[in-house]
């Protein structure tokens, strides 16, 4: 959390040597920062985060653990690095004491979720990668919006820009290599219940 003696100032929260020195001059003016105290709803949708980047991390941990072709081992190392990133930046934003309860759960997901398309070869991975990625971009991008009108959690929404984009970048990288044909049934059964699940998992995690 961040240093105590916080106040608030409008919607904003401040230190009261600032608002006494007069270095406040509008709420608009102040801006969080990483380790200061959040609102309820934005630990909810990073608790979120935190846990999709952890089960990111298992995903390519899980591809890692059976894939044999080394394109797409290059594939999975380059984008765990990524993940692990953004973890450490979600990590500077949410307290530990807020990180889901669900996470030993979503951890054996994110293992599964890489690992079972990886003992069918590179094409069901890369068609998986660009399911999950797709969800992730439209999930950064409802809590992007939601933060434009708070100008104090800027920064925060500088991370998740950058998270975002990145994870677009996983996308168009999964789709260019899983190729211009289209996947089977089986295939895409199994990436709408990808989707579908994690959708349903964001919904527990941000209140548990």
């Given at each position: 959390?961040?240093?105590?003696?916080?106040?608030?100032?409008?919607?904003?929260?401040?230190?009261p040597s600032k608002v006494i020195s007069g270095e406040i001059l509008s709420a608009d003016l102040v801006t969080l920062a990483p380790g200061d105290e959040l609102p309820a709803w934005v630990l909810n949708?990073?608790?979120?985060?935190?846990?999709?980047?952890?089960?990111?991390?298992?995903?390519?941990?899980?591809?890692?653990?059976?894939?044999?072709?080394?394109?797409?081992?290059?594939?999975?190392?380059?984008?765990?690095?990524?993940?692990?990133?953004?973890?450490?930046?979600?990590?500077?934003?949410?307290?530990?004491?807020?990180?889901?309860?669900?996470?030993?759960?979503?951890?054996?997901?994110?293992?599964?979720?890489?690992?079972?398309?990886?003992?069918?070869?590179?094409?069901?991975?890369?068609?998986?990668?660009?399911?999950?990625?797709?969800?992730?971009?439209?999930?950064?991008?409802?809590?992007?919006?939601?933060?434009?009108?708070?100008?104090?959690?800027?920064?925060?929404?500088?991370?998740?820009?950058?998270?975002?984009?990145?994870?677009?970048?996983?996308?168009?990288?999964?789709?260019?290599?899983?190729?211009?044909?289209?996947?089977?049934?089986?295939?895409?059964?199994?990436c709408s219940m990808v989707r579908a699940g994690s959708g349903a998992a964001v919904s527990l995690i941000r209140y548990i």
């Open positions: 959390m961040g240093e105590k003696g916080l106040r608030f100032v409008g919607a904003t929260t401040v230190h949708d990073l608790r979120t985060d935190h846990a999709g980047e952890v089960g990111a991390i298992c995903i390519y941990q899980g591809i890692l653990k059976f894939a044999r072709d080394q394109a797409l081992r290059s594939f999975a190392e380059h984008h765990l690095a990524t993940e692990q990133k953004h973890l450490s930046l979600i990590i500077g934003w949410l307290p530990p004491a807020q990180f889901s309860r669900l996470l030993p759960m979503w951890r054996i997901a994110g293992f599964l979720t890489g690992a079972l398309p990886s003992l069918f070869g590179p094409k069901a991975v890369y068609a998986t990668i660009e399911a999950v990625e797709t969800f992730a971009n439209l999930h950064y991008g409802d809590q992007i919006r939601r933060l434009a009108t708070k100008p104090e959690l800027n920064g925060l929404r500088k991370t998740l820009l950058d998270c975002q984009a990145d994870e677009l970048a996983h996308r168009n990288e999964a789709a260019v290599a899983r190729g211009p044909t289209r996947p089977g049934v089986l295939l895409r059964a199994w």
